[in-house]
């Protein structure tokens, strides 16, 4: 299994007072910016289907997000991030059960792999920061964004990153505390941008995803599609 920075998230659905509500808070407005997902898979949408999503983004290059702790449950999830090549590669190779396509770069194995562009959009994205009142000094910031989808779909998403299992339930406890403090319902989710593009535009392949998605929660208990990250 690849390694990299542990990333735990809870999506919401932002209003129009979420910024006032984050400068209130303290929180620091990074930068706003604008960019283009593309998401590659099978044309079976195999790594969607084991928890994988593998995209190319404007100015950053790849990504790979990969199912954290096992059984996770609740209104958040968690991925391992992982966006060195070879690292990419190597379990991308694992995931879909390739050998000896070598040492070389994403775009190498696409071919090889049969993966393909399955969806590609822009979002604007205003990125905050933000540590919790009471915290100590080196507690790392609470990242919250706030995007808009070219296809008219808007989501915010409260982050932490940590490197250590062990520092999840902390994480976890000042996400839920920023969600409430920004007037987020204590049982409210919001689903991932892909997963909004995939019902709108490819509606059967959502449909599949929500089928063996919904088969796994009853086997493990894990979280539900629309709460995954896309």
């Known amino acids: 299994m690849a390694h990299g920075l542990i990333e735990v998230e809870r999506k919401f659905v932002p209003g129009p007072g979420t910024e006032e509500r984050l400068q209130e808070l303290g929180g620091t407005l990074e930068h706003r910016v604008t960019f283009r997902d593309t998401y590659y898979d099978t044309c079976g949408l195999s790594l969607m289907q084991a928890d994988h999503w593998l995209r190319q983004r404007e100015g950053r290059g790849w990504e790979l997000k990969c199912p954290g702790a096992a059984g996770v449950s609740g209104l958040h999830t968690e991925y391992m991030e992982v966006t060195a090549e070879p690292a990419i590669v190597a379990q991308l190779c694992e995931v879909l059960g390739a050998e000896g396509l070598g040492t070389g770069g994403v775009a190498d194995v696409l071919g090889p792999l049969g993966l393909e562009e399955v969806a590609s959009f822009v979002t604007k994205r205003s990125a905050w920061k933000l540590v919790l009142s009471g915290a100590d000094e080196e507690s790392s910031p609470l990242r919250v964004d706030l ?46 941008k892909l997963i909004v593009y995939l019902q709108r535009f490819r509606p059967q392949d959502y449909q599949h995803l929500l089928e063996v998605n919904s088969s796994r929660e009853r086997s493990q208990g894990t979280k539900h599609l629309d709460s995954s990250l896309g």
């Open 147 to 192: 995007d808009m989808a070219d296809f008219g779909y808007a989501v915010g998403e409260v982050e932490a990153l940590v490197h250590e299992e062990a520092e999840v339930p902390t994480a976890l406890e000042k996400i839920h505390k920023l969600s409430s403090m920004l007037g987020v319902p204590a049982q409210e989710t919001a689903p991932a």
